[in-house]
């Protein structure tokens, strides 16, 4: 066996069988990432490996736990167009001597992948001639760099179609969902999928088969789903229909406010139709025209903030969470169930369920199944797997199996005594040290708190609903919670799946807060007698996933009627809502099918509701861009009234809380990469012609003037 001199990010090592094994390790780092410099030395690699006549065949692999996650996104923050476009050129090059390996010169080459090859790391095992991936459940691949405004850019949007097909490629790059090694060996993207202690061996035994053999034709239309694909792709009128869908579909779920979806269609299109040239050259120039992009730098951001909320933990660095081997939830329902349901699968915990009654221990050991269900159906996990987690779940109507839990998440309803004395009851029961949260949207915690014998061990846990699909938790911190208590809270809701964000006490705490003006505003404009459907197609358009007056039908008109009392109590009159609310009589919105949409016996949401409109007079128009400014710009000046009352610990933090919360567009960053990027002072402007209209709600928040005063930023 012969070894090459060690280079800072790459080994290579010859055996006598002729396979030379080439393993990825980034010097100095966790995970690969391709840079200039993990390139350099590939490139050194690859002038090994084509002129010395002992290397009969590679295996590339990994030292680290995953393959190559992708690209250092680190770096795209260092490049121009023109950097941008001649690292493009250079990588290109660089994945073809890749390729031709086998194809130029016999020596065939495995990617030997375990854990997560992304990005990036599938555009290096596209250029090999085989992939053997291992069954472990880390285990993906994909191309999700839509989801950080780019296109991929090391020829993905041209091998991978000729690998699996157009319709299979398209829906992997356009939305940049990964996936696991039984759905990549069914589309063709891999060869293999053994277990893990045998990957290398695999890998080896592939590559030596492979000797004296031409590359596997790529795009297989051998299996009858082949056959089918190629009626349809193999001629230029399928073509046309799979991208015309594929087109119709991004617009539908974009609206046009993300281009780089619609630039890989166009790389992806312009190889299949003009030939492989003209698609590198295009995947090269769209690249370097979307890295610089607002979008891709907004979203950018909101990649690296949730990161380094991953390493947060919520207190002082030398504060240590304690275990949290046994969960309680107080309240079983959908988001008791919820709590319950991501306690103990992806958290793994043991999980002890508190109702007032057997019909309602049942109704929330039901909705857990139902979620574990929704897992098996996508294939997140096996019916053994699920049963599994089953048994971990138990109910009670009594405060029995309460004694030995290290975590009460109270999920009751929205009231203050009630919460109060659900706490002093459990602390009745339960261990000194183990933690009381309270899942509560807009009540202080300091009030709840009161009825506490160790105020110290409370604070909140604030869930979106539904639980198990929103990525947000608000851990909600008073004056007299200690560290340990915040930490502990912290790595748990990690441990669900969550992005966690530590906000001070305050009614309504962040997300509820700036979320009650941003829909007070959208009620007053229907007031003035804008349409409902005006209202909401204007707030998509601008980039919320729902618009609020249909977001406030499914919390519940009810919900928000108690929401703004509380409020209006804490803040005044500017937090209070118009009088249409007043109008609305018994609409609850979607739970009693009566809202400002309209619903059928089993709830489906159907047109708007003109009945609304009978004690509100005329319709008149409205222009969408007002619409937008208005609302848009309620829950902007709200956030900055939170970071300036020390609510939010960061604008870092504020701008995850509205993006992952509350669905603020993604593409613009959050409420406060959004006032950098306008600008302060025009943010400012804005809102004083608003003042100036319509009256001092729409005052700017000290923090936002001064920033335009001094012209500093926030993030950006």
Known sequence: MTTTPRLDNVDLTVGDDGVAIVTLDREGDSINAIGPDLMADIEAVLDRLENDDTVRAAVITSAKDDFVVGADIRWFSELTSRTAHEAIVAGHALFDRLESLHRDRGKPVVAAIHGAALGGGTEVALACSHRVVSDHPRTQLGQPEVQLGVIPAGGGTQRLPALIGLAAALDLI??????????????????????????????????????????????????PAGLKRAALEGNPLGRAIVFKQARNKVMEET?????????????????????GEAGYAAEARFFAELVVSPESKALRSIFFATR??????????????????????????????????????????????KEV????????????SKV?????????????????????????TDWSGFRDVDLVIEAVFEDLELKRHILAETEGIVGPSAVFASNTSTLPITRIAEASSRPETVLGMHY????????????????????????????????????????????????????APYSNEALRLLEEGAKVEEIDQALVAWGFPVGPLML???????????????????????????????????????????????YDSSGKRGDPDETVYSELGPRRAIARAEIQERVSLMMINEAALCLGDGVLRSARDGDIGAVMGLGFPPFRGGPFWYVDHVGAGEIVARLDRLAASFGDRFRPAGILRRAAQERTIFRA
Not at 183 to 198: F, Q, S, T
Not at 373 to 395: N, P, Q, W
């Open 174 to 223: 356009l939305t940049g969902r990964p996936v696991k090694p039984a759905r990549a060996r069914k589309i063709g993207l891999v060869d293999a999928v053994v277990p893990a202690e045998k990957l290398l061996e695999v890998a080896k035994r592939t590559a030596l088969a492979a000797l004296g053999h031409e590359v596997r034709a790529r795009g297989s239309w051998r299996s």
């Open 552 to 598: 406030a039908d499914e919390v519940g008109l009810d919900v928000g009627a108690k929401v703004a009392k509380i409020l209006v109590d804490a803040f005044g009159e500017r937090m209070a809502g118009p009088a249409v609310m007043a109008s609305m009589g018994d609409r609850k919105g979607r739970k009693n099918r009566k809202g400002f949409y309209t």
């Open 308 to 353: 380094e909320l991953g390493k947060d933990r919520g207190a002082a660095s030398d504060v240590e969470p304690r275990p949290v081997a046994k969960v309680a939830v107080i309240g079983g329902g959908l988001m008791g169930g919820g709590i319950a349901a991501v306690s103990t699968l992806p958290a793994g915990r043991t999980v002890r369920i």
């Open 464 to 515: 979106f609903s539904p639980v198990e699909k929103m990525p947000l938790l608000e851990v909600v911190v008073t004056e007299a919670t200690a560290d340990w208590a915040v930490a502990t809270a912290v790595a748990f809701g990690k441990a669900q799946g969550k992005t966690v964000i530590v906000v001070n006490d305050g009614t309504g705490f962040y997300t509820s807060r700036i979320v």
């Open 372 to 396: 574990m269900a929704a897992r098996v159906d996508r294939r997140r996990m096996s019916v053994f797997e699920a049963e599994k987690a089953m048994l971990r779940v138990t109910g009670t």
């Open 255 to 275: 609206r046009g406010n993300y281009p780089a979806p619609l630039r890989a269609l166009e790389a992806v299109q312009s190889g299949i139709e003009a030939g």
């Open 357 to 368: 009654d057997v019909a309602g221990v049942n109704r929330a050991l039901g909705y857990v």
